[in-house]
């Protein structure tokens, strides 16, 4: 009940700090997908470099959100930056390129062979296979690791709080810090929700993206 | 017309040198189809694949119309090549009509243009572009697929064709259909085409030459008629199979057989001028009876007419069988085996007898080449 009531005199907040997180994570991912997508078609050229940006993409993924955080503090503040929304959105950026370089590569790496030498036999150049063929049938994949980005790096940035970031991550800052039992579930619960919506959207975007040959 | 000259390729895996075609050289002249032929591992594919350059060549060349490909751009080149392959490989994510009108685009043709020579290929192959132009692959049956394969080659006009078995992967029963539909179309386009095949039958059907290949060289290249009547080696003989003499019948039609000087009875006619007309014609057992419009309805045989008095129309045997002008000799000889007869009158479209066919006949067609060789 306290909890309603606190979201009810609290909506210009919430609204607020919603917006401010989908901020993050949306250009986080976005650059992400600029970064990612490139690398992902180039990796597929050379299976000993591809082998090598994997691994350091999985590594990347391993370290801890705060840990991250922490590294990048005496890093950025040379620019000004050591806290706030750079760090976060640089990390997330980080976090995004193993599920997006990984689909990436792995879609267009199993495009049928009997695709590949069709569009080779009859005259089309690398990029013009990569254009028409290959990237076009990959989308379905690559939007899939858009998607574990983004529902991932939701939960990542509400730690981005405690560097100043803003986002939902706060309601759960300022709960733990001022025991106060309501602003710690608002925020846990918006924050999951948000997760939720986001992943059915992308889901929705995922199929109005995929070529319409390849609806089953 | 393709001029394949020394055409070598040499694979090397660490330790392992592989001649996969060894010094290859032949001739498809223009608006013929040759078949390579052979099985698994021959080289038939490789040279296939050198003629538009899948495969790099490890030596010698390959002249399409006088122009020595190894000179021109890769890309140029198979633009203006029509390729077909085994598992057809259209491109899932666009529409019939984007899959076929892709080379034209590639090579500059304006949207009208390309949109028309689609419709037109669709028609080509008695497939209504109003249903079929806006559909995807995966909406289509294999053999639907295979059409469009084949006609997405033929887009932009391309003087040669290379294909790869390209109807292996339909069912037998279609297979049947597509490879007449194809060869009707090839006599209506005259493309000149190299096609690789696993299959006798098919090679025997489609070819207008078959190059027999083993273990990377060309071992035989002529005719199919003239490959089945003279293998040069046990290899190739084995090959063609044992009943060659059976696959050659079905390269000739009964108009090259037929024996036109017939000898007919009519209703009215007596059995005893029956055996006069027998005699005279030099038949042994059995002369045909026809009506006024000289439609072949039984025959009347020597037994019978000898035992007998009286008209023919009286003491005449139901015909067993007939056979058409255009029917070639497998179909007759196995309508011979059917019914058991040694001859079978030959009539044309509107019932009308043209000759008759006899077993000897068959027989002698098929040793006279044999003969010629001696």
């Known amino acids: 009940m306290e909890i309603i009531t606190y979201v009810m005199s609290n909506l210009p907040l919430l609204a607020q700090l919603t917006l401010e997180h989908i901020a993050l994570v949306v250009v986080a991912v976005g650059l992400a997908c600029l970064t990612g997508v490139p690398i992902g078609i180039a990796i597929t050229q050379n299976e000993q470099i591809a082998r090598v940006v994997l691994y350091i993409a999985s590594i990347v993924i391993t370290i801890p959100s705060i840990a991250l955080f922490g590294i990048m503090i005496p890093i950025l503040s040379v620019i000004g930056h050591g806290i706030g929304y750079v760090p976060a959105v640089i990390a997330v950026l980080l976090y995004s390129q193993l599920p997006i370089i990984r689909n990436t590569y792995t879609a267009i790496n ?61 309601l759960i800052s300022r709960g733990i810090s001022q025991s106060d039992p309501r602003q710690l579930i608002v925020g846990a619960i918006a924050v999951s929700l948000l997760a939720i919506v986001a992943d059915g959207l992308l889901l929705a975007l995922q199929k109005r993206l995929t070529p319409a040959g390849l609806q089953s | 017309m393709i001029n394949i000259e020394n055409l070598t390729k040499v694979f090397e895996t660490g330790q392992d040198v592989v001649t996969a075609a060894d010094h290859i050289t032949m001739q498809v002249p223009e608006g013929e189809i040759c078949v390579l032929l052979g099985p698994s591992g021959c080289g038939k594919t490789t040279t296939l694949k050198m003629v538009n350059r899948i495969v790099t060549p490890t030596s010698g060349r390959v002249l399409i119309n006088g122009e020595d490909t190894t000179q021109q751009d890769t890309v140029t080149l198979r633009r203006n090549i029509g390729y077909v392959i085994q598992q057809i490989g259209l491109f899932p994510n666009m529409t019939i009509e984007e899959n076929i009108s892709i080379v034209p685009k590639l090579i500059g043709w304006g949207k009208s243009r390309y949109l028309k020579r689609a419709s037109e290929l669709l028609e080509m192959v008695a497939m209504d572009p109003a249903i079929f132009l806006k559909r995807y692959p995966n909406e289509l049956s294999g053999g639907q697929q295979q059409r469009i394969g084949v006609i997405r080659a033929l887009a932009a006009d391309p ?127 059995a002369i045909i009876l026809v009506d006024d419009a000289r439609r072949p309805i039984g025959y009347v045989t020597r037994s019978v007419a000898q035992a007998n008095q009286g008209n023919c129309s009286k003491h005449y045997s139901n015909l067993r069988s007939v056979v058409r002008l255009e029917d070639n000799l497998r179909t007759v000889a196995s309508k011979m085996f059917t019914h058991d007869a040694t001859w079978l009158p030959c009539v044309n479209s509107e019932g009308i007898l043209e000759g008759f066919v006899t077993q000897r006949g068959i027989t002698r067609h098929l040793g006279a080449t044999y003969k010629a060789v001696q």
Not at chain 1, 125 to 153: C, F, K, W, Y
Not at chain 2, 174 to 201: A, C, G, Y
Not at chain 2, 203 to 231: C, N, W
């Open chain 1, 110 to 170: 199993n495009v049928s062979p009997a695709l590949r030498e069709a569009a080779r036999g009859i005259g089309m150049t690398s990029t013009q296979r990569l254009r028409l063929v290959e990237v076009p049938l990959s989308v379905p994949i690559i939007m899939a690791g858009v998607r574990t980005a983004v529902v991932m790096n939701i939960g990542v940035m509400a730690i981005a709080a405690y560097i100043g970031a803003g986002g939902l991550g706060v």
């Open chain 2, 159 to 285: 003087p040669v064709m290379l294909m790869d078995e390209p109807f292996g992967a339909i069912d037998p029963i279609n297979r049947e259909v597509i490879q007449d539909e194809f060869l009707k179309l090839q006599r209506l386009l005259k493309k000149t085409i190299m096609f690789v095949s696993h299959d006798i039958d098919e090679a025997v059907k489609m070819a207008s030459r078959i190059a027999i290949f083993r273990e990377g060289r060309l071992v035989q290249y002529d005719t199919p008629d003239d490959l089945l009547s003279h293998p040069k080696n046990d290899f190739v003989k084995g090959f063609v199979g044992t009943d060659r003499a059976l696959k050659r019948l079905q390269l000739v039609t009964v108009a090259e057989v037929l024996e036109t000087e017939v000898t007919v009875v009519q209703m009215n006619d007596s059995l005893s001028q029956a055996l006069v007309k027998m005699d005279g014609a030099g038949y042994e057992r």
